[in-house]
């Protein structure tokens, strides 16, 4: 069955658990940051940070300073437009609701990054090392993908299973939604009603419940048509260029995989190092 996480950010308390312990499980590096004025660190997610805590001041009507905090991630969308631009299939919609990624199969077109909605593949300028990649590839959050899978230490990801407050959630989508919804109705003077994610491309995996409205925390505002139905839209509209493209690119994957072939280095799994 499809799972998903519901991130209720009224009871986040912004203590990056989730962050830290995504970092943990997926052994990904400290990245070098520098100061911002908002907390928000780093400022955004990168190919080492899957998950990362945005932090938002806003004003209320008294003139308060109101705090929210929103852990972002991959939406895992229900029809993913990443998944379906990859020219090489290096991204994979699962039937257990995760999108993952194959490592070994990316090119590094970043036809994905452009896809996406949500701004969240993201590129590896740098290895894990901190030496410039040679051959930068897509990175992001994959749910935990192989806890689902072998169901060790859980299949819970790592994010949800952390959490203090229990502000993350995770679940099959539509227990998620009549929890998210059983709140709304319970304290409307504490939730803005909206779930996102319910509805935006589509429908996704992960879900927010937040006390302003999304667009207040740095969530973009998306049609609720699947977006692949857009993006084959346009793609259909330039055929030539982009029969020439993917000949280009299966030439680009054909010898990218022949050179990790020959170093070694061609992985069957799919995103994580776990
Ligand atoms: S949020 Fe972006 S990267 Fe994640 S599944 Fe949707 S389209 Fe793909
Ligand atoms: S672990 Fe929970 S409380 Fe801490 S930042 Fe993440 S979502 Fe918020």
Redesign the pocket.
Known sequence: MAKGLLIDTVRCTGCRGCQSACKQWNLKPAVETSYNPSMTNPIETNAHTYVHVEFFEIPKPNGEISWHFVSKR????IH????SVCPVGA?Q?LDNGR?VWEEGKCIGCRY?QN???????KFTWYDEDGNIDNWNKIA??TMCWDRAETGNPTEEPACSKTCPPSAIFYGEREQLLSLAKNRIQQRPDKYYNHIYGENE?GG???MFLAGVSPLDIGFPEVENEP?PDFTWDFLSKIPYEIAGIAVFLAGTYYFRTMRLKAKGELTSGKGGTH
Do not use: E, N, R, S
Request: aromatic share 4%; hydrophobic share 40%.
């Open positions: 991959c939406m895992h969308c993913p437009a990443c998944v991204l919609k999108v994905c896809a996406c909605p949500f701004d969240i593949p992001k959050c491309a996704t995996q992960v977006h």
